[in-house]
């Protein structure tokens, strides 16, 4: 038996090939189902199956161009009802796979239909365990998610079913079993995810707060629970499309892939209120970009952050890339559900600039800089990474205003202010300076390279006492 993890880093996302015998299973696929397609081809096999561990939230999964495509089997497991043809599989139950086998664990928890499968060599071995988003490496699957969906659900009530699940149906198996979970660190799917992506069981039984042998069910649920940030806005709408269905993806850039003369892309993006969304680099960004437009570099974490920032994904969008990114750009919006890009700008951010329309630069300060612009009067300095981020380190006399509730937040500032963002790297304060740029904020300036950056000039830092966050 073949296991094949197929990682995507942007989503942290781990989808999974398993092959015997002529006969391929795919478990959690991305949208873009060409590179299954290719594996199975290469390896003169037949896609089978296509099994969803659970309705996705953080992505919109490829389940129905692979059954479009190839005729496989969509299995999920007890309880979930789809609207579209799929087998709901019993507790137990035994799927064959060439020489293999693949049963199905009801494991409920992350959500009610959560669903383990147990990987089964030709010679009975149990070699893995495809665990979704029950359990991670060095964490559990928060169980906040699903009362988004089904308002009767208490994530207190999903936690407790979590914690029989783990330790009635997975922690009794075998401690050399693998465990192939759905993501990895950086997902916002758990809170405390290693930057491994496979390890046994038994050594998780060690590692993992979530697996403590002595660990009460009430001490597990206000662990699980305890410092979880908020979703991002389009996770339940995600689930959503994962539940209800969606269009295909060769559809969605059919209509996406237009190039717009600049004339067409400004009459496009008032007439439908689209958001203008630049893909480019923070750097190429802050040089010369349209006004109006927010900044979210292809170059990160781009759909989860696209998901985050623009909060309905139905949201009309209208594109500037660098040419030959276009694609690339609307096949990882539609890994998130924004599916609605109406165009792209012809000859990308040149040809605005040679049209002699106004545009918005930004200033950006560099690290040896950061001390004496820190000196000047009035300056407000604000750190928009994530609350365990800031309370880890961050810079003396820093507000915390995270990206992730930066919309709601910037009200609060006032326009008239001089503000000075970081971030880790530089990704994300270009986008919050995007944002505040939008809401007539002028005096905005960001740190090339963020608290990385600053580190290397010995900037002193601070561990977190007390929260400054403007709410």
């Given amino acids: 038996m073949k296991i094949q993890q197929i990682y995507t880093n942007c989503l942290a996302h781990a989808a999974y090939y398993v092959e015997s015998n002529g006969e391929v299973a795919i478990f959690d696929p991305l949208r873009e189902v060409a590179p299954y397609l290719e594996m199975a081809t290469a390896n003169n096999a037949q896609i089978r199956y296509v099994f969803e561990t659970h309705f996705h939230a953080d992505f919109v999964s490829g389940h129905l161009d692979l059954q479009l495509k190839t005729g496989a089997q969509i299995i999920y497991g007890p309880t979930a009802s789809p609207y579209f043809n799929a087998v709901t599989a019993t507790d137990g139950q035994i799927f064959k796979l060439g020489d293999a086998m693949i049963k199905v664990i009801h494991t409920p928890g992350h959500t009610l239909e959560s669903t383990c499968f147990l990987l089964i060599d030709k010679n009975g071995k149990e070699q893995g365990l495809i665990t979704g988003d029950t359990l991670f490496i060095g964490d559990v699957g928060r169980p906040d998610l699903a009362q988004h969906v089904k308002a009767d659900l208490t994530q207190e009530k999903l936690a407790r079913m979590l914690y029989d699940s783990l330790r009635d149906k997975i922690m009794p198996l075998d401690d050399a079993l693998m465990i192939y979970p759905n993501h990895g660190a950086g997902s916002a799917c758990g809170k405390k995810m290693s930057q491994k992506r496979t390890d046994t069981l038994g050594n998780q039984k060690l590692l993992n707060y979530a697996l403590r042998a002595d660990m009460t069910k009430s001490e597990f649920v206000k662990e699980v629970l305890a410092g979880l940030a908020p979703p991002p806005s389009y996770f339940p709408q995600n689930v959503l499309l994962n539940m209800q269905g969606y269009a ?164 609060t500032l006032d326009p008239s202010g001089n503000y000075l963002l970081y971030c880790v790297g530089g990704y994300r304060s270009m986008i919050a300076a995007s944002i505040l740029k939008n809401h007539k904020i002028k005096n905005v300036e960001d740190v090339i390279g963020g608290i990385n950056a600053l580190k290397s000039e010995h900037i002193p830092l601070t561990d977190f006492v007390e929260p400054t966050t403007l709410l």
């Fill in 248 to 411: 295909h993806l060769h559809k969605i850039l059919e209509t996406a892939l237009v190039e717009l003369e600049v004339r067409d892309f400004v009459i496009t993006a008032i007439k439908n209120k689209a958001v203008i969304l630049d893909t480019r680099s923070a750097s190429d960004y802050a040089l010369a970009a349209i006004p109006g437009s927010v900044n979210i570099g292809l170059d990160g974490a781009f759909a989860s952050w696209v998901g985050t920032v623009i909060p309905k994904i139905d949201t009309p969008i209208v594109l500037v890339c660098n040419e030959g990114t276009q694609e690339e750009a609307v096949t990882r919006l539609a890994r998130v559900g924004f599916d609605h890009c109406l165009g792209i700008l012809k000859g990308g951010m040149n040809s605005w600039i040679n049209s002699d329309r106004p545009l918005r630069k930004t200033r950006r300060i560099a690290p040896d800089q950061f001390i004496n612009e820190l000196r000047k009067q009035g300056i407000t300095l604000l750190d928009v990474r994530k609350t365990s981020e800031f309370q880890s380190q961050h810079i003396p006399g820093a507000i915390h205003m995270p990206l992730n509730q930066l919309q709601d937040d910037v009200v």
